[in-house]
């Protein structure tokens, strides 16, 4: 029983594009989501998160959504740049928790130059 | 740098032996984990130290143990791989924060590159 979704597997942009990744989880307790960033021979790292507390948090070129009444949230990235292209987890803890992360899938984003 | 250390990146081991991965961190954080990540799957927490408090999920099978001599490192032993157990093992790392009020900071995870495991 998957509790953190990535329905698409992958997604192809065109630089300077905005890229939308989503995420939808169906564990209401989840009140801490984090998106990381993969490329191939290397761990992933950590990119930007958000408490249940509030809709959006930005990071420069990264911005991340959250709707909590759909349970979903989404990463922009705006432009997209070709070094953006790679795994992107989408990630969720509890309260009280940090310690448990449950991740999606996983979608690959591919900016073509 | 401080980093988080995964040796070795690739692994092959026979059906039934025994094998350990390793992990170690320069960030003198005090919780580690173990995430198991199949091909085109989300990872999977396997367990995490907090300091030498070890903690299991309840799903991760007896097969797998861990070990945390020290701050610095972590590790895995598969006691008898079979084929299922292929896989990419992530270690990573965090700090727990303590707040006043008893609330935790909320930290990220940093990650190794992975042992990629292979049994033959």
């Known amino acids: 029983d998957q509790q953190v979704k990535q329905n698409s597997p992958s997604l192809s942009v065109q630089e300077g594009r905005i890229s939308i990744l989503n995420c939808d989880y169906t564990?209401?307790?989840?009140?801490?989501f984090l998106w990381y960033k993969k490329y191939p021979a290397e761990g992933p790292t950590f990119l930007i998160s958000i408490s249940s507390i509030k809709d959006k948090n930005e990071d420069g070129r990264f911005t991340v959504f959250l709707n909590k009444s759909a349970k979903h949230l989404s990463l922009h990235i705006v432009p997209s740049q070709p070094g953006d292209s790679a795994v992107y987890f989408c990630a969720a803890s509890t309260g009280g928790s940090n310690y448990k992360l449950t991740f999606g899938k996983g979608t690959l984003l591919t900016v073509n130059p | 740098d401080a980093m988080v250390i995964q040796n070795p990146r690739y692994q092959v081991t026979q059906f039934g032996k025994p094998v350990t991965l390793s992990c170690s961190q320069t960030l003198n954080h005090n919780v580690m984990y173990w995430y198991q990540q199949k091909s085109s799957q989300a990872p999977k927490l396997l367990f995490h130290?907090?300091?030498?408090?070890?903690?299991n999920e309840a799903d991760t099978p007896d097969n797998f143990q861990s070990r945390r001599p020290n701050t610095s490192f972590c590790f895995l032993d598969i006691r008898s791989p079979g084929l299922g157990d292929a896989a990419m093992y992530l270690c990573?790392?965090?700090?727990?924060?303590?707040?006043?009020?008893?609330?935790?900071?909320?930290?990220?995870?940093?990650f190794g590159p992975g042992t990629r495991l292979t049994v033959l």
């Open positions: 564990n209401s307790m989840f009140d801490y």
């Open positions: 990573a790392t965090s700090r727990d924060k303590r707040l006043a009020g008893g609330l935790k900071k909320r930290n990220e995870q940093f």
């Open positions: 130290y907090y300091d030498k408090d070890f903690n």
